[in-house]
């Protein structure tokens, strides 16, 4: 089992940029991906964006060329960086590896 904790979540104006981080217990967490979800208002949970074990990453075409996601297994972390931020971003962000889950974290982009 992996504990995950997001953090970095916050208000923004539309265009600005936030920068969340996903802080993971257990040593074997650099053997897994890790993926980004979000919840936006009234909307079912959708997936964001990945970073598998060997640094490969993949984005949903609504954050392609806006998020970005990046691990540092030496400190158990993954960050997803974002820029370029739209009212639509609006949701609760979750980090997810296996089964497990973060409690999430919310960001809020104001237009």
């Known amino acids: 089992q992996v504990q995950l904790v997001e953090s970095g979540g916050g208000l923004v104006q539309a265009g600005g940029s936030l920068r969340l981080s996903c802080a993971a217990s257990g040593s074997v967490f650099s053997t897994y991906a890790v993926f980004w979800y979000r919840r936006s208002p009234g909307k079912e949970r959708r997936w964001v964006a990945v970073?598998?074990?060997?640094?490969?990453?993949n984005y949903a075409d609504s954050v392609k060329g806006r998020f970005t996601i990046s691990r540092d297994n030496t400190k158990n972390t993954v960050v997803l960086q974002m820029n370029s931020l739209k009212p639509e971003d609006t949701a609760v962000y979750y980090c997810?590896?296996?089964?497990?889950w973060g409690q999430g974290t919310l960001v809020t982009v104001s237009s």
């Open positions: 970073i598998t074990n060997a640094g490969i990453t």
């Open positions: 997810n590896v296996g089964k497990d």
